[in-house]
């Protein structure tokens, strides 16, 4: 991938530790904060989203998590490496700039998995 096939630029990457968020400004204007959590249940890494259709995997347990570290993938993505020691993942713009923009129906979605499947939030 080459950054003129990426949608969506980020002009700033700022991670609030107190508040565990990660803001994320685009060229288009729009600021999206997303919280660790909801980045780390959403990671794109093969162990999350499985390797084909069908095996995304519920994270359970990560209310708590932080961002350890934000690692620049070239120019069309970043690495996260979280406090539970996840950091397979690589969050390209496109995909930072979709949980921002579908956060609310994302995150309902996976509310409603963890409760289906009787887990929890909490560790």
Not at 83 to 92: E, F, I, M, Q, V
């Amino acid at each position: 991938m080459s950054e003129f096939d990426v949608k969506h630029h980020p002009t700033e990457l700022r991670y609030l530790s107190a508040e565990k968020l990660l803001r994320v400004e685009f060229d288009d204007s729009r600021v999206f904060d997303l919280p660790a959590e909801y980045l780390r249940v959403e990671s794109p890494s093969a162990e999350v989203q499985g390797h084909g259709p069908g095996q995304k995997q519920t994270v359970a347990g990560r209310r708590h998590v932080g961002i350890m570290a934000i690692e620049p993938v070239g120019s069309y993505a970043v690495r996260l490496k979280f406090d539970d020691l996840h950091d397979t993942g690589l969050y390209s713009w496109d995909y930072l700039y979709k949980l921002g923009e579908d956060q609310e129906t994302i995150w309902g979605e996976y509310l409603a998995s963890l409760e289906a499947k009787g887990l929890k939030r909490e560790p």
